[in-house]
Nanobody
Framework: EVQLQAFGEGLVHPGGSLRLSCTAS????????MGWFRQAPGKEREFVAA????????YFADSVKGRFTLSRDNAEHTSYLQMNSLKPEDTAIYYC????????????????WGQGTQVTVSS
């Protein structure tokens, strides 16, 4: 059974940093792409970033490019979303999920969603 779990909930001031992690189990890691999405209150879920597990290649939404980075630790089966220069509009519940379609930003292409972790950016 594929299981993902996101961690790193926090409240930070604008301009601050926070690191989220997503730990996964139950699948062949090298074949998959792990993605991060977020959903703010009253808004649709939107793509944030994704990483191809085999090569570590990443791609990002324009709204976070240059501020967020994404990496993975093969031994720990964990991806890390490092969020810098946070803005109030980054406030959302962040989710991780899996896909086999590198380059996809559509939540319909992802599966095995984790439970989500809350990020709040406020002064």
């Amino acid at each position: 059974e594929v299981q993902l779990q996101a961690f790193g909930e926090g409240l930070v001031h604008p301009g601050g940093s926070l690191r989220l992690s997503c730990t996964a189990s139950g699948f062949a890691f090298s074949s998959w792409i792990m993605g991060w999405f977020r959903q703010a209150p009253g808004k649709e879920r939107e793509f944030v970033a994704a990483i191809r597990w085999r090569h570590g290649r990443t791609y990002f939404a324009d709204s976070v490019k240059g501020r967020f980075t994404l990496s993975r630790d093969n031994a720990e089966h964990t991806s890390y979303l490092q969020m810098n220069s946070l803005k109030p509009e980054d406030t959302a519940i962040y989710y991780c999920a899996l896909t086999t379609q590198y380059g996809s930003t559509r939540d319909l292409d992802f599966r095995s969603w984790g439970q989500g972790t809350q990020v709040t950016v406020s002064s």
